[in-house]
């Protein structure tokens, strides 16, 4: 089973940027469609971005659509979220996910790791 670190998170003004890693352990990433989810305080855990096995397909939710653009390499075993234009309303806990499955629902994913903070302050 797949074991996944984000790191990256931290605090930022509105407008700001930040790039999320997430490294994988115990598998290789070229199995799963990966993907980033994120979990607002008080709010549901909801999908952020996902890229393709190969990497040549992405999704993104309407709300960061844009301004985030998700990348792989699966020579290093790592995904990555680059995060521009930052709002307040991206403040979340971001996790990044594995799945088998390919969709733009966090209902596809079968592993996440814990999730790096992200706040963004005005």
């Known amino acids: 089973q797949v074991q996944l670190a984000e790191s990256g998170g931290g605090l930022v003004q509105v407008g700001g940027s930040l790039r999320l890693t997430c490294t994988a352990i115990?598998?290789?990433?070229?199995?799963?469609?990966m993907g980033w989810l994120r979990q607002a305080p008080g709010k549901a855990r909801e999908f952020a971005a996902t890229?393709?096995?190969?990497?040549?397909?992405?999704l993104y939710a309407n709300s960061v659509k844009g301004r985030f653009t998700i990348s792989r390499d699966n020579v290093k075993n790592m995904v990555y979220l680059q995060m521009d234009i930052l709002e307040p309303e991206d403040t979340a806990v971001y996790s990044c996910?594995?799945?088998?499955?390919?969709?733009?629902?966090?209902?596809?994913?079968?592993?996440w790791g814990q999730g790096t903070q992200v706040t963004v302050f005005s």
């Open positions: 996910a594995a799945g088998s499955h390919w969709g733009g629902s966090h209902s596809y994913f079968d592993y």
């Open positions: 890229i393709s096995w190969s990497g040549v397909n992405t």
């Open positions: 115990g598998g290789s990433i070229s199995n799963y469609a």
